[in-house]
């Protein structure tokens, strides 16, 4: 089981909750709301801590100790009426990121979708120009030829930059 951590000024005898410590994102999963069963997901309060703290001693303290326990019973949360607006705050900021990352998407695919549709149309326009000279029917074969190419080329785009489904946003 992983560990959580508080940091502790003992000099003003308050405390913040870290959570765990997620290397792969480099922070702390934040401060926990009980209300809203989620975890702040930034180091945003821990850095309100430290600047309020300046020139305290400050102290990182595992859970499962002594003081870890006593400093729960014992000393003042940092901020502790605005933990669950700043984590319904966070939470919400991250689904609106999240939508908008999926209708970026969407709507990157649809003009890839509408681009290939219009090469394939001019691709065929082209094939069915009657043309009387063979330097023209050359010049024609080459134009239609290049157009396919760059339809396929938009294809592979779409199957390679469709999101994968159930994919969690980064
Ligand atoms: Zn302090």
């Known amino acids: 089981m992983q560990r959580e951590f508080m940091l502790i000024c003992s000099y003003c005898d308050e405390y913040t909750l870290l959570g765990c410590y997620l290397p792969k994102q480099g922070r702390f999963q934040g401060e926990h709301s009980i ?49 669950d607006r700043y984590v319904l705050e966070a939470k919400l900021a991250a689904e609106a990121h999240s939508r908008d990352r999926e209708f970026d998407q969407g709507l990157g ?29 050359q010049f024609l074969l080459g134009k239609q030829q290049a157009l396919e ?11 390679k930059g469709s999101p994968r489904p159930g994919r969690e946003p980064a």
């Not at 209300?35 to 990182?60: I, M, Q, T, Y």
């Not at 219009?118 to 043309?131: D, G, I, K, W, Y």
């Not at 190419?149 to 199957?159: L, N, P």
């Open 35 to 83: 209300v809203h069963n989620r975890h702040l997901e930034s180091d945003a309060l821990l850095c309100k801590f430290l600047v309020a703290h300046v020139g305290h001693p400050v102290r990182l303290v595992p859970d499962r100790t002594d003081e870890y326990t006593s400093a729960l019973a014992r000393l003042t949360r940092f901020a502790e009426d605005d933990i």
């Open 109 to 137: 695919q649809l003009q890839l979708l509408i681009l290939r549709q219009m090469l394939n149309h001019e691709a065929e326009t082209v094939s069915r120009t009657p043309s009387l000279r063979e330097a023209d029917s």
């Open 149 to 159: 190419w760059a339809a396929q080329t938009v294809e592979e785009i779409i199957r």
